[in-house]
Each structure stands twice: as structure tokens, then as C-alpha cells.
């Protein structure tokens, strides 16, 4: 059973960049079984997917945030990293790391993100 | 881009009675890659159904998902307590340009 754990600062000022690290157990991020993927959710409101990265390195971002959004792996720590370039107010949300192929199989349990001086 | 709409946004229902949540695609989309979750307060989405059809791991056969096309539906057949959540229906598209996540806007099932 694969589980996932965001870490990251939970308090980020605007125009910064926001930086988020999942750390998983319980299996291998170099195992190629999944997908790893960045997604959030603002308060009262839906689901977000941000991006995603495989045991390659090989990214996909969502087109509406892909000018701000890096993704990468440590497959030596069991890692992957979300950065989130130039953020506004608009991007105070909770941030869940992911895994999956065409669905999610399993969820962080989220992190609180928010925009402010 | 694939847009997915849940109806209704809210729905207020009984323990014991039968619950029927829809998500509607923009376009057609494969049945393969259409999956449900529910969310609890402060939890983590949970995945409940894949394939539009198939349980996932540990789900009481209580869920049930069908549909096709377009058209999309969630039936829980007798509503226990801990089903009272938010429901969000997801699609997984894998055609270019890029590879997307796409997520409806949840339908809040409550307590009447």
C-alpha cells in the first residue's frame, strides 16, 4: 500500500515561489508503477490537477499553470517536488501529492498552502 | 478541452434511500478513463469507482457507476451515515496536447 506525506511551508508571500516536497512509502517511486502528481484544492472548492511526473522524469503539466510549474523526482530519497513560481492569493489552497495512471489510486493527506504578506 | 459538469450541486437525501449523482461530459469520452471519488471534511478525496464501472479496492457494493458517451452516473443503493460527503467524477485524457486530469465540481451530498 503505497502512502504519500506533503511537506513544505505552509505560509508563502506573494510574488515568492512555493515549493513542496512528497515523501513516499511503502513502495518504490523508480518502480514505474504509477504516475506521480501534484493537485489542489482552495477552500470549498474543487479539484485541481496541477501536474504529474514519472520514475523517468518525463512531466506533464496543466496547460493553465504550466508557465509557473516545475515538477521533479529524487528517486534516491523516494521523492518527487512540486514549485510554484510568482504566486498570487489565487494559489492558497491545499495541496495534495498523488499517484495513479488515467485515475488516483492513492492521495496524500493534503497540505495547506496560503498566499500572504 | 474536456469539461465535466455534476448534477445536482447539492442533494439532500435520507439514510436508507437511493442516491443518484450525474456527471455529463462536453464531449464524448472513453468509459475507460472516467472515475469517481468522495471527499470528506478535511480528508483526502477517496477513489470509489474506475472505468466508470468497477469498484475500487474496498468500496461496499452499495457504489455502483455506469454510464457511457457523454452521460455518467453514480448510484448509491441504500445510504449508510458515512456516505454523506462530496462526490467529484474525473476524466483521464490522454490525447494531445498534453495528457490532462480533469475534474467535475463535486455534488454535495447532505442530510436531510
Known amino acids: 500500500q503505497v502512502q504519500l506525506q506533503e511537506s513544505g511551508p505552509g505560509l508563502v508571500k506573494p510574488s515568492q515561489t512555493l515549493s513542496l516536497t512528497c515523501t513516499v512509502s511503502?513502495?518504490?517511486?523508480?518502480?514505474?508503477?504509477?504516475?506521480w502528481s501534484w493537485i489542489r484544492q482552495p477552500a470549498g472548492k474543487g479539484l485541481e490537477w496541477i501536474g504529474r511526473?514519472?520514475?523517468?522524469?518525463?512531466?506533464n503539466y496543466n496547460p493553465s499553470l504550466k508557465s509557473r510549474v516545475t515538477i521533479s523526482v529524487d528517486t534516491s530519497k523516494n521523492q518527487f517536488s512540486l514549485k510554484l513560481s510568482s504566486v498570487t492569493a489565487a494559489d492558497t489552497a491545499v495541496y495534495y501529492c498523488?499517484?495513479?495512471?488515467?485515475?488516483?489510486?492513492?492521495w496524500g493527506q493534503g497540505t495547506l498552502v496560503t498566499v500572504s504578506s | 478541452e474536456i469539461v465535466l459538469t455534476q448534477s445536482p450541486g447539492t442533494l439532500s437525501l435520507s439514510p436508507g434511500e437511493r442516491a443518484t449523482l450525474s456527471c455529463r461530459a462536453s464531449?464524448?469520452?472513453?468509459?475507460?478513463?472516467l472515475a469517481w471519488y468522495q471527499q470528506n471534511p478535511g480528508q483526502a478525496p477517496r477513489l470509489l469507482i474506475y472505468g466508470a464501472s468497477s469498484r475500487a479496492t474496498g468500496i461496499p457494493d452499495r457504489f455502483s457507476g455506469s454510464g457511457s458517451g457523454t452521460d455518467f452516473t453514480l448510484t448509491i443503493s441504500r445510504l449508510e451515515p458515512e456516505d454523506f460527503a462530496v462526490y467529484y467524477c474525473?476524466?483521464?485524457?490522454?490525447?494531445?496536447?498534453?495528457?490532462?486530469?480533469?475534474f467535475g465540481q463535486g455534488t454535495k451530498l447532505e442530510i436531510k
Open positions: 511526473i514519472y520514475t523517468s522524469g518525463s512531466t
Open positions: 474525473q476524466h483521464y485524457g490522454s490525447s494531445p496536447p498534453v495528457p490532462m486530469y480533469t
Open positions: 464531449q464524448s469520452v472513453s468509459s475507460i478513463y
Open positions: 511503502g513502495g518504490s517511486i523508480s518502480s514505474g508503477s504509477y504516475y
Open positions: 498523488a499517484s495513479g495512471w488515467e485515475r488516483v489510486d492513492y
